[in-house]
Every structure is written in C-alpha cells, then in structure tokens.
C-alpha cells in the first residue's frame, strides 16, 4: 500500500485516461473507506453516483449533443468569484496557460481551447465517471464536508495506483445531470470525477500545478 505522504504528492488533476477498466470490487473498496471522512455534526451530507459501462456510454452520447448547442443551463453554483482578486486571479491564470502549454494551444486559438474543454463532458476518456450531489438546504460547512469525501477518496484512489480529476464543469449542466441520474426534488449536482489509469504518454499529463510557498498561506502563532 502506498503510504499517505506519497499518495497525496503524486496526486494531480489527470485529464487522459487511458480505457483499461477499473475493478468494480476495487471502486466498492475505497468509496466505502471515503466515507470514514469526518463532516460536521455527522451529516454525511454526500451523496456518490458512479457511472461506468453502457450508462457512461449513454452520459457521453448525450453530453455530446448537449455541449454542441452551448451552455444554455443555470449553474448550480459560480465555480468562481466573478471579480477575483489577487493572487487568486493569477494563480488560475498561470495554471491555465500552463496547460494549455502542454497541449500546443495557443492563447488565441479560441476553438481548440474549446474543444479541449469539451472533453471534460467525456470524463476525458476514462472508464469511470463519478458524481456528488447534496442536499439543496446544505449550507457552506456542508459542502466543505464534501470536499472531504472528494478528497480522500481521491487519496484512496492513489494508493490502489489509480488517478482522477475532480469537475465542477459538470455544474453547468445541472438539468441534463440530475435527469440523468435520476435525482429527487431537493438535490443539487456538486462536481463530477474522473477515475481511470493516467495515459502515460499524454502531454497534459506531465503538468504538475505549482502551489505557493508555505509562508504566503500559512501563519504559526506562538
């Protein structure tokens, strides 16, 4: 088994997957152990769906089409603050020109960044997708308790040499989603998963996102 320190540095947002398929017994083992994650009060306000085979097949198909005539939904939710400020503005910038780098596109070419995009509605290729949903009368200290599922799960998913990529993205399809999985009145889709093996080959997979120095974020107070 992969200890923690390892799991959490070779962690990162894959977005090509390979096809080979992901045990199902494996998937079961480590949402199962995911859900020891500690939320507020012991809500346990999340809610997992996986999707793989002919539903995932069916999801892509459809997204496919949905995706192809724009963004005409209500997000759930804005992923980002509508006016970020620094250095959160340009900590996105850096990692979207970054990525964008890795893949030989550039700034202007407005149709191949949206293209590559659309592939966050495929899962980017990988046999498993996964979805969270909660509870719409959940409040802030809830949905950062999903965080904490997403997160661990994410964790366990490295130590059985697996990778993902979570995907707020699905949040603006809101409608299409909660049809599709068959949602009650009352439940709001969170994000999305990629689950898979990391196509080794793939460009975009060399990208490692840069994070800050441990003094700009953090403060010990004695």
Known sequence: MMDITTAVTTRRSVRDFLDTP??????????????????????QPWHLHVVTGDALDRLKTLMREKVSKGFNELPEYEIYPPKLQS????????????MYRQLGIAREDKAARFKWFQRNFEFFGAPV?????????????????????????????????LDSCAQ???ALYPNTISEF?????GRKVFAGMAIGHANPDSPVNQLTSPRAPMAENVQFLS
Request: with cysteine; charged share 25%; hydrophobic share 35%.
């Open 129 to 161: 997708g996964l979805f969270c949903t909660v509870d719409e009368n959940m409040g802030p200290p809830q949905w950062s308790d999903l965080g904490m599922v997403l997160q661990t799960l994410m964790l366990l998913l490295r130590s059985e040499g």
């Open 22 to 43: 992901v045990p199902e017994a494996t998937l079961r083992k480590v949402i199962e152990t995911a859900l020891r994650s500690p939320s507020g009060g012991n809500l």
């Open 168 to 170: 707020e993205s699905w």
């Open 87 to 98: 250095p959160y503005r340009e900590r996105r910038y850096e990692i979207g020109e970054l």
């Open 181 to 185: 999985l068959n949602l009650p009145d």
